[in-house]
């Protein structure tokens, strides 16, 4: 997973200066942050302690920025080393024109090749949704 270590090291000082002026310390409990100092911490790990937004209308916006930055920078690296990557593309999905098949009986002879590993591996995804999947795919055995 990508992350600035300078973001890392920033956060770290944060939360070594307020353990440091911790005024109850007899407490044993971690001290909390801020839903603000959450978000600062994630921007400055992920998205480096120099990303910013220039006139930024609201923290709505600067969220959903930071968001896409860091989905941007995650997503397709990351993804292409997946258990679910290799899955998906174990098998070719053959959608050439000239062949005269459509989507969907493309994804059944897709289907058909994945092993029982691979098929377990895609419905296993946290999101994955069997009647989504079928509507896409037409793909019925999916839920079995």
Request: aromatic residues 14%; hydrophobic residues 35%.
């Amino acid at each position: 997973m990508y992350y600035d270590i300078n973001g890392v090291k920033a956060y770290s000082e944060r939360m070594r200066y307020k353990y440091k002026n911790r005024k109850d310390t007899d407490n044993v409990f971690p001290v909390g942050i801020t839903d603000a100092e959450f978000r600062k911490a994630i921007i400055d790990i992920f998205c480096g302690v120099d990303w910013f937004i220039s006139y930024p209308g609201s923290q709505t916006q600067v969220n959903e920025e930071a968001i896409e930055t860091i989905l941007r920078r995650i997503t397709m690296r990351e993804f292409r080393q997946t258990e679910y990557y290799r899955a998906l593309y174990s098998v070719p999905i053959n959608l050439v024109k000239e062949r005269g098949v459509d989507f969907k009986t493309a994804c059944a002879e897709w289907w058909k090749e994945l092993s029982i590993e691979d098929k377990q591996i895609i419905r296993e995804r946290p999101n994955f949704d069997a009647k989504i999947f079928e509507e896409i795919t037409g793909i019925k055995e999916a839920t079995e």
